[in-house]
C-alpha cells in the first residue's frame, strides 16, 4: 500500500535490476540531476522503459532538481584526507584543484552569507555519520560532540570571496563531488536555477516527467514560479510539483507551500543539519499530519542509510520506517540505498515488507475520525460521496474499492481517508485537442496515482467515457476485475465496494462477486 520511490543509477541502470526493482515494490523512479548529465539519466530512462514492458509494471518518472545547492567539487576524484585543528580554504575558484588545503566551491557568495563562528558541513552524502564521507547532521559546540567519521568546519576567517575554516575533526573525503550545507544560513541563490530550466524544457519536455521534486523549495512563490515555468512547456502543464522542504526557511512558511504544491518530499538529510535531533520527528509529524488533512501525498526521505552498504538496516532504521507509515506518509524514498547502494533490490523489498506489517496495526479507525471531523460540515459533494464510499467499505469488510475517474481526484480522496483495502483506480481517458491534433489524456493521470498511498491504477479503454451508461461501465468494470483477480487481491465471493459517475449522478454500490 505505502509506495517506494527508488532513485536510478550507478548500481541500479541495468534493465536486470530496474526489472528487479519494479517487481519488488518500486513504483516511482527519480532521476538525481545534481550528479549525471542528461544523456547519462537518458540511457537509464530508456532501460527503464524496457524493465516496465517486460515486467508490465507501472513506473512514473520524477526529476530532482539541484536547486540552490551548494557543492565542492574534486575533478580529480583523489581523496582527500583532513586532520583535525588544521585550516582549509573554501575558494570559489573552480580552477583551483581540491587538496588538503584548498576546496572550490561552486558558489561566490559563500563569504557575505557567512560570519565567524559559523558552521559548515561538508560530506558526499548527508547522512548520519555512519560513511566515512559524510558528515553527521548536527550543530557541534565543542570537539567532544564530534565523531571521527565526521568532518565540521568552523568559519575562522573571511577574506574576500574565500572562507577560511578550521577543521574540527579528521576525515577522508573521497568522491568528485560532496555537498556543503551552511546550517541556518540563507544561501542567495534561486531555487530553480537556469541550469534547472534547461534540464526541465529539454529532459523533461522530451521525457514527459511524471513528478518535478523542487529542491530547496522555501516559499509559496517557489512553487508558483515552477508551475509558470512549467505551463509554457506543452504538456508539462500536468506535470505534479514536489516542494522538497529542506530547511529551516522551508518549513516557516510550510503552511503556504502546502497549499501551492501537489505534495511535500520531507528531505531529512538537509533537515537534520539544520534542526536539533530531538526536533526532527515533530516536524515530520505535523507535517505528515497536514499533508494527510489536505490530502497531498507526504513522502519521507534517510530511512535505511545503512542498507548502502549492508544487507540488513539497523533496528532503529526499521522502525523508522514503520513510524513513518504509521504517521500517514504516502511513500518512502530511497536515495544514496538504491543509487549506489550494493543491494538496491534487497532494500526496496525489505522496506516494503517492513511498510506492509506497520500496515497491519494501522489504526485505520481513529485515522477516518479524524479526518471527517477535520473536514467538517458541510462536507463538498465529493468529499460526502468518496468518505462514505470507505466507511462502506470498511463495514462490508470488501476486498477492494474500484473508483472510476478521468482526473484521479475521486481516487486520491478516497486514499486520503487510508482505507485497510487497495483502491483500484481505474482511469478513463479523455479526447482534447490543442487546435492542431487531437489526443487523449489518461497517462498521466494514472502514473501519478504511484505515489498515493494505496492507490493502484489501470488505464481504461477511451472508447468508454467515465460517466457513460451503465452497459458500458459494466466492461470497464469487468476489466478492473480482473485485474484485482490476477493482482490476488479479489477472490470468488468477496465484496466489491465501487465508486463512479452515471451522468450527473455520482453513485456508491456494493457487489458481491459469484465463482
Not at 92 to 109: K, R, T, Y
Not at 436 to 449: D, I, T, V
Request: aromatic content about 6%; glycine content about 6%; charged content about 25%.
Amino acid at each position: 500500500m505505502t509506495k517506494i520511490v527508488g532513485t536510478l543509477g550507478l548500481r541500479s541502470r541495468s534493465v536486470e535490476v530496474i526489472s528487479s526493482c519494479l517487481q519488488a515494490g518500486m513504483s516511482v523512479a527519480r532521476f538525481d540531476f545534481s550528479w549525471g548529465d542528461p544523456e547519462y539519466h537518458q540511457e537509464t530512462l530508456e532501460k527503464l522503459r524496457v524493465a516496465v514492458k517486460t515486467t508490465k509494471k507501472l513506473c512514473a518518472v520524477m526529476l530532482d532538481t539541484v536547486g540552490p545547492e551548494l557543492q565542492v567539487i574534486n575533478n580529480t576524484e583523489k581523496c582527500i584526507s583532513l586532520h583535525e585543528d588544521g585550516i582549509v580554504v573554501l575558494t570559489p575558484d573552480q580552477g583551483q584543484e581540491a587538496s588538503s588545503e584548498v576546496l572550490p566551491i561552486n558558489f561566490s557568495g559563500l563569504s557575505k552569507a557567512v560570519k565567524k563562528g559559523d558552521t559548515i558541513f561538508v560530506g558526499q552524502y548527508l547522512s548520519t555519520g555512519s560513511e566515512t564521507t559524510s558528515v553527521w547532521l548536527e550543530a557541534v559546540t565543542d570537539d567532544s560532540c564530534m565523531t571521527a567519521n565526521n568532518w565540521v568546519e568552523q568559519v575562522d576567517e573571511v577574506k574576500g570571496e574565500d572562507v577560511l575554516c578550521v577543521i574540527k575533526n579528521t576525515s577522508t573525503l573521497a568522491g568528485s563531488v560532496f555537498t556543503l550545507h551552511a546550517s541556518q544560513i540563507r544561501i542567495d541563490l534561486p531555487t530553480i536555477t537556469d541550469k534547472d530550466k534547461e534540464v526541465i524544457s529539454t529532459w523533461g519536455v522530451k521525457n514527459k516527467i511524471d513528478f518535478l521534486s523542487l529542491s530547496f523549495t522555501r516559499h509559496a512563490e517557489d512553487v508558483r514560479e515552477a508551475r509558470g515555468f512549467l505551463s509554457k512547456l506543452g504538456d508539462l502543464n500536468q506535470t505534479q510539483i514536489f516542494a522538497k522542504i529542506e530547511n529551516v526557511e522551508g518549513l516557516k512558511y510550510f503552511d503556504e507551500i502546502l497549499q501551492e504544491a501537489d505534495g511535500i518530499i520531507l528531505s531529512r538529510g538537509n533537515l537534520g543539519i539544520d534542526l536539533p535531533p530531538e526536533k526532527v520527528f515533530l516536524f515530520q509529524k505535523a507535517a505528515v499530519y497536514k499533508c494527510n488533512m489536505a490530502g497531498k501525498p507526504a513522502v519521507v526521505t534517510r530511512v535505511v542509510d545503512s542498507m548502502t552498504g549492508n544487507l540488513r538496516p539497523t533496528r532503529a532504521e526499521a522502525t523508522d520506517v514503520a513510524n513513518a507509515v504509521l504517521d500517514g506518509s504516502d511513500a518512502i524514498l530511497l536515495g544514496a540505498e538504491t543509487l549506489r547502494g550494493l543491494y538496491p533490490v534487497e532494500t526496496i523489498s525489505i522496506v516494503g515488507k517492513i511498510c506492509a506489517e506497520a500496515e497491519k496495526v494501522f489504526n485505520q479507525d481513529f485515522y477516518f475520525k479524524k479526518t471527517v471531523k477535520y473536514v467538517g460540515e458541510p462536507m463538498s459533494h465529493l468529499e460526502s460521496i468518496v468518505s462514505s464510499a470507505v466507511r462502506a467499505a470498511i463495514k462490508v469488510k470488501a476486498s477492494v474499492i474500484i473508483c472510476f475517474t478521468s482526473s484521479g481526484r475521486a481516487a486520491r480522496l478516497i486514499a486520503k481517508y487510508r482505507p485497510t483495502m487497495p483502491v483500484i483506480s481505474v482511469v478513463v481517458p479523455r479526447l482534447k485537442t490543442n487546435q492542431l491534433k487531437w489526443s487523449f489524456s489518461g497517462a498521466f493521470e494514472a502514473r501519478q496515482s504511484l505515489i498515493v498511498r494505496g492507490l493502484f491504477p489501470i488505464l481504461a479503454d477511451p472508447r468508454h467515457p467515465a460517466e457513460s451508461t451503465n452497459a458500458t461501465n459494466e466492461t470497464v468494470l469487468k476489466v478492473a476485475l480482473d485485474y484485482g483477480k490476477t493482482s490476488g487481491v479479489i477472490k470468488s465471493h468477496d465484496r466489491v465496494v465501487i465508486c463512479q459517475k452515471v451522468g450527473d449522478s455520482s453513485v456508491v454500490k456494493i457487489i458481491e462477486l459469484e465463482d
